[in-house]
């Protein structure tokens, strides 16, 4: 038993952070909200180089064959960032489906590119009125209809673009015309694991958005002061915090546990995936909150760059489910098991 | 990152297993705090004493099995797993003896370590007074050296265990001079001593597991003193820091608390969403709490120590434990009202109440908050 991440993994995520601490700051992700539908994904080619999109990517489709668990510590840091490409979706979702379920040319096909950073996968819940982050701009969708997954180019969607709250998630209303030509799989297993595997490697850019809006909000305290005195000697707003941050690291370890068990193909992967969805949207909710709350009122304008972070929240925690119905689901199973 | 057990893991599971089912009662004790219950605990840790297993914790040349943090769960997630009865020596397997190793002489470890595996001795912990609960340095009960001896006056609250105890590791102030947390000296008392004096606390809960402890004018050895004089509140440290071992909460204990709620569900509310969620919101709360410790453990196993996590681990287990019970007693409707019989289905009024007691003993949630502010978070002190 050995619930830590190796060296090299640690290396990973320092690698990524320090790349987007200079590459992607408040500024830059405030311009991407500016471009709105007209971005085109620049940051993610950049993060390709650092073998981000490949991870999980086998090393005969020229990536680095590595698990989930290589990862966990990279989405945090793309979630501390909020960065504004689908990195799941691409980096996770995409490549685990394909490899999984692919035929070998739809692989050899696709596999390639997502490892160079080329291609930005989208994924769709359902072929009709779904709503989809980068709907009309990724370069292929995969799609869900009932048990079938498909794997849908840009000719064969419609897209109505969104205005999202954050405009750097580029919304649409999307339409998908599927036929033979489109199906990757009809086996109910490619569906689970899109829904397991995106719950987890959503799970991991919440927690890494928390660690953000501690930190934030932590710094606050430390040097905003009021009746002579720094916020953070008030003993309700530590509490406060230190709710917040007890949080953060339950969900942290949930999905820690998830990314191992989706990494190995563990039996127990979609239970603790959805633990850990649930636990961070709720650690990400909680923590915005209380963001907000103890930023005071500069924290409500848009010169502050506190709402970046909330608004991308606000989406995150909705991707892959939601925490009511991940709760319902597994209390459904827990019940029945009885 | 590895969750599976190494091959000599997976072979003390295996042994663990074995020898529980071989030995562990089949019917359940009677409560320690009766003449019959605490001879059947007695016997039943004698058992486990003669197989080595008192306390897997403890070094070898202690009489333990030498064991990491890791293989420790694994045990302790047997133990609950077979059923088997709580532990009657807890406070000395936990903390008077982890702290005699550390802090105590040869002679100290001699004449008390082995009478704690072998339950010839229990013992019970006299820190918390009247006036000092949270801020326990500022405990008062007095010790005044006199030769070679130290004479006790005062008195020690909330002492669980003490009606039957035989020993009682305390803190005591000898230099009222000092500053508060410098004149303090933590000391073995013998309870059978003369001027010790043991009153149960009637517990809001209709029962009584804690009691007052008095000292009255009590002879104790010098030799008693566990470290140096005056350098009480240190060794108290070292004893608190070890107060997570052999803990009996587990994750295991909760999913069976879980489980004991889940059976309490009526038929007609078995699909209502709002009850499945709160369901698994407890589900992924406990595999939080499962999850939280495993990371503590792999932390100790490789020799570090971490600060914060037993702080972090009180407060989620003791408030989401109040939680389930909350669901437990909703479940129950109108006899969550009754005072539990003896065999009522899971006893979960009084053992909610006894949960609500977990928010205030060892370090109530509020202190927890601060020493996490401080520590984890690095905010200064402040009220």
Redesign the interface.
Request: proline fraction near 4%; avoid cysteine.
């Given at each position: 038993m050995d619930f830590e991440f190796d060296e090299d993994q640690v290396a990973f995520g320092a690698a990524v952070r320090r790349f987007l601490d200079a590459k992607l700051p408040p500024s830059r992700l405030r311009t991407i909200w500016d471009e709105g539908q007209g971005y085109r994904h620049e940051v993610w080619r950049e993060l390709a180089g650092l073998g981000v999109a490949g991870s999980l990517v086998d090393e005969a489709h020229g990536g680095s064959g590595g698990r989930l668990t290589d990862l966990v510590l990279v989405l945090g840091e793309l979630g501390t960032h909020a960065v504004p490409e689908p990195a799941v979706e691409t980096a996770v979702v995409a490549p685990l489906v394909l490899s999984g379920f692919g035929a070998p040319a739809l692989q050899q096909e696709w596999l390639p590119q997502i490892a160079a950073g080329d291609t930005i996968v989208a994924v769709a819940a359902r072929p009709e009125g779904a709503r989809v982050p980068d709907g009309a701009t990724a370069d292929v969708t995969l799609v869900r209809s009932g048990h079938e997954v498909h794997l849908v180019r840009p000719q064969r969607v419609t897209a109505r673009p969104l205005a999202g709250a954050d405009p750097s998630r580029r919304l649409a209303e999307c339409d998908y015309r599927l036929d033979d030509s489109t199906l990757v799989t009809v086996d109910p297993a490619a569906s689970l694991l899109i829904d397991t595997a995106g719950a987890a490697g959503t799970a991991a850019l919440l927690v890494g958005l928390c660690d953000r809006l501690v930190d934030l909000t932590r710094e606050h305290l430390l040097t905003r002061q009021q009746f002579g005195r720094p916020l953070a000697e008030f003993q309700v707003l530590k509490h406060r915090l230190v709710d917040v941050a007890v949080a953060v690291e339950a969900a942290r370890s949930l999905t820690w546990n998830a990314g191992y068990r989706v990494g190995v193909g563990d039996p127990g992967a979609a239970m603790a995936a959805r633990a850990a969805k649930a636990a961070a949207s709720e650690a990400a909710s909680r923590a915005g909150a209380a963001a907000l709350q103890l930023h005071g009122g500069i924290g409500f304008t848009w010169e502050h760059d506190l709402h970046l972070w909330l608004q991308r929240a606000m989406s995150w925690e909705r991707s892959f489910g939601i925490a009511r119905e991940l709760r319902a689901q597994m209390g459904a199973e827990l019940l029945e098991a009885k | 990152?590895?969750?599976?057990?190494?091959p000599d893991?997976a072979s003390f599971q295996d042994e663990v297993r074995t020898w529980l089912r071989a030995h562990v009662p089949t019917e359940r004790l009677a409560s320690p705090g009766t003449p019959e219950g605490l001879e059947q605990h007695r016997s039943w840790e004698r058992t486990m004493f003669e197989a080595g297993l008192a306390a897997v914790h403890w070094p070898r040349e202690h009489g333990g099995r030498g064991l990491g943090p890791?293989e420790t769960s694994i045990f302790y997630d047997e133990y609950l797993a077979a059923g088997a009865p709580d532990r009657l020596n807890r406070l000395a397997l936990g903390l008077a003896g982890p702290t005699l190793i550390e802090c105590g002489d040869e002679a100290q470890r001699e004449r008390w370590l082995s009478n704690m595996l072998s339950c010839d001795e229990i013992w019970c912990q006299g820190f918390s007074e009247p006036g000092a609960g949270s801020d326990l340095a500022s405990l008062r009960t007095r010790g005044v050296v006199d030769g070679d001896r130290l004479r006790v006056d005062g008195q020690k609250i909330w002492t669980s265990h003490s009606q039957f105890a035989d020993w009682i590791f305390a803190l005591v102030r000898t230099d009222p001079e000092a500053p508060k947390h410098r004149g303090i000296t933590f000391v073995m008392i013998d309870r059978h001593s003369p001027g010790v004096d043991v009153r149960p606390i009637r517990q809001m809960n209709h029962s009584s597991s804690f009691a007052e402890v008095y000292f009255d004018d009590v002879e104790v050895p010098l030799e008693n003193v566990v470290g140096e004089l005056n350098d009480g509140w240190r060794v108290a440290m070292v004893a608190l820091t070890n107060e997570r071992s052999s803990n009996l909460n587990t994750a295991a204990h909760f999913e069976r608390l879980?489980?004991e709620v889940?059976?309490l569900?009526p038929p007609e509310r078995?699909?209502d969403?709002r009850?499945?969620?709160?369901?698994?919101?407890f589900?992924?709360?406990i595999?939080?709490?499962r999850?939280?410790t495993?990371?503590t453990?792999?932390?100790l196993s490789?020799g570090r120590r971490p600060g914060i996590q037993s702080s972090?681990g009180k407060?989620?287990w003791s408030e989401m434990q109040t939680r389930i019970h909350e669901l437990g007693l909703e479940m129950l409707g109108d006899d969550a009202e009754l005072l539990d019989p003896a065999d009522a289905p899971g006893g979960f009024v009084h053992r909610y109440w006894l949960g609500r007691a977990a928010h205030i003993y060892a370090g109530s949630n509020?202190i927890q908050?601060?020493i996490?502010?401080e520590r984890?978070?690095?905010?200064?002190?402040?009220?």
């Open positions: - | 990152m590895d969750l599976t057990l190494t893991q890791i879980l489980g889940i059976d569900v078995r699909r969403p009850i499945a969620a709160e369901i698994g919101r589900h992924e709360e595999e939080a709490y999850y939280l495993l990371r453990l792999t932390e490789k972090m407060l989620w509020e908050r601060n996490i502010a984890w978070l690095g905010l200064p002190k402040g009220r």
